[in-house]
């Protein structure tokens, strides 16, 4: 990595990343067995589990980059959430203790977050002043329009835009029964367990799927892409102009591309029901 690379993480955290190079993937009978000696009160087969998950901390914790904290404060949050997760961890469950973790890192980085963004200084400079009215008064969210009304460089705007934005829905504001947000967020969220039994049921289907795309022909996969994986799927006949066939064959080929898919999937023919 160049000095600007440099530059953006700081000379710690290209280190810190630089030293999880070698970390290697643990299997997950090696997990199972470094989890059960760890329970058993082996501290050293604990070190060796949570140092196979460290990678996966700082992969998260580049999902905030853009909140104006330090990476290296944020990664360290991260990590204590993986301590306590390893902590609670069950080697006897079929999850994997970073899909577990997921759970327990992101939990703690949000809280983290959310405590430190409060006491970053936004709208020191005039640019960034006009910027916060302009997104106050039409609520842009748009990196670029939003620098060209105010004048801020669009890389600025990218950066402190989740801090407007959480300002503007500051946990701390009060309701009007005088209770602040952040104890009327629903209760209702998953568990670790539930969340990683999910985690680790998406995981499955997703490959379940790839697998059985792999079984139609060209043109099935090409209209299964475009009609079942897109936002915004094309109609039959824009696919049938495409292809250069008539609407009615594109609609044949893809219910044919379905009851093939449903009998590859299994368990998950739901997915194209």
Known sequence: MGSAGRGVEGDSLHAYRR???????????AEHDLALRWAAGDKRAGSKLVEACLPC??????????????????????????????AKFDPNRACRLATYAAYWIRAEIRE???RAFRVVRLGTTKAERKALRTFRKTKITDPAELSRLSGLPEERVRGLLPLMAARETSLDASMLDGAPASERIAGNLPSPEEDASRTEIASHAQHAVSDAITHLDERERMIVRERFMKEEPPTLSELGHRLGVSKERVRQLEERARLKLRGELGGYADLVA
Not at 19 to 29: D, F, N, T
Not at 62 to 84: A, S, T
């Open 19 to 29: 030293s999880l190079a070698g970390v290697q993937v643990l299997s997950r009978e």
């Open 57 to 86: 901390v700082v992969a998260i914790a580049f999902e905030y980059r853009r909140w104006g904290v330090p990476m290296e404060d944020i990664i360290q949050q991260g990590n204590l959430g993986l301590l306590k997760a390893a």
């Open 112 to 114: 983290y977050v959310m």
